[in-house]
Nanobody, 124 residues
Framework: QVQLVESGGGLVQAGGSLRLSCAASGRTFNIYRVGWFRQAPGKEREFVAGIRWSGGNTYYRDSVKGRFTISRDNAKNTVYLQMNSLKPEDTAVYYC?????????????????WGQGTQVTVSS
């Protein structure tokens, strides 16, 4: 079993930056990939960015490419999401999630462990 804890959310003005952290503990050797997802009120949870636990391949949804960067520190079992040039439409609860196997898609149902989420609010 893997436990995930997110941190780093907050309130920021449009154009500002935040860095989210996702600390993993437990059976981290089972992790194949980690994804960041977000969910705004009244909307479905959506994929934001993902990274392979080994190798470091990264993936992004189109709307965050060039603004967000996902990275990992395997020694600390932590995945980061650096968010720059934030927009009001980025406002959501952000979750990190761990997956155990390869898939070409990043659907929430493909991930077995989830953190509790951290609120990101971007004011205009």
């Amino acid at each position: 079993q893997v436990q995930l804890v997110e941190s780093g959310g907050g309130l920021v003005q449009a154009g500002g930056s935040l860095r989210l952290s996702c600390a993993a503990s437990g059976r981290t050797f089972n992790i194949y990939r980690v994804g960041w997802f977000r969910q705004a009120p009244g909307k479905e949870r959506e994929f934001v960015a993902g990274i392979r636990w080994s190798g470091g391949n990264t993936y992004y949804r189109d709307s965050v490419k060039g603004r967000f960067t996902i990275s990992r520190d395997n020694a600390k079992n932590t995945v980061y999401l650096q968010m720059n040039s934030l927009k009001p439409e980025d406002t959501a609860v952000y979750y990190c999630a761990a997956g155990w196997e390869y898939s070409s898609v990043w659907y929430p149902r493909n991930f077995g462990s989830w953190g509790q989420g951290t609120q990101v609010t971007v004011s205009s």
